[in-house]
């Protein structure tokens, strides 16, 4: 019974820690071919909810994880690379004291962006979306953790690795 109760309280540590924090991947048309070498452009499209701030730190976050990933992230002069452009369409930072106080959803910080990938050439070859929220975890849990996965999912989505 000792040991049971054990399981079951590591369990709910683990999933505490874990929090509920996620981010969606939603590809509408994939890259054709595995992308190793891209320039990144990020706008702001939230109608004001992002800082100049939080969107430097947004896309050095999404270096990070594609160059993480083995994409290398061009200077956006850089000849002959494909175009990664985003657009930050919702950013709500959320408020992680109200998320560890009080946990149901209140206090969840979310973010949606929409990216699509060009060529030297300007043609569009490829499009998705990237959602992501957190409103549970440990201290509140993460909003930056979830940009991470976001970061990861867009890796995922330039290595051709989701049809």
Do not use: K
């Not at 969107?55 to 850089?78: G, M, Y």
């Amino acid at each position: 019974m000792r040991r049971l109760r054990r399981r079951w309280r590591t369990l709910l540590l683990a999933a505490a820690a874990s929090g509920c924090a996620a981010a969606e991947l939603d590809v509408t048309r994939p890259v054709p071919i595995p992308l190793h070498a891209v320039t990144l452009t990020l706008h702001d499209r939230s109608r004001g909810e992002m800082s100049p701030e939080d969107q430097e730190a947004l896309r050095e976050i999404f270096v990070e994880q594609l160059e993480a990933a083995r994409i290398r992230v061009l200077p956006a002069s850089a000849p002959g690379a494909a175009n990664v452009e985003g657009a930050v369409l919702e950013f709500d930072g959320g408020m992680r004291p109200l998320r560890f106080l009080t946990g149901y959803g209140l206090g969840t910080g979310s973010f949606v962006t929409a990216w699509r990938v060009r060529t030297a050439t300007s043609d569009d070859i490829a499009r998705c979306r990237i959602e992501g929220s957190v409103s549970t975890g440990t201290f509140g849990g993460s909003y930056h953790a979830v940009l991470e996965d976001a970061g990861r999912a867009l890796a995922r989505f330039l290595h051709g690795e989701i049809r």
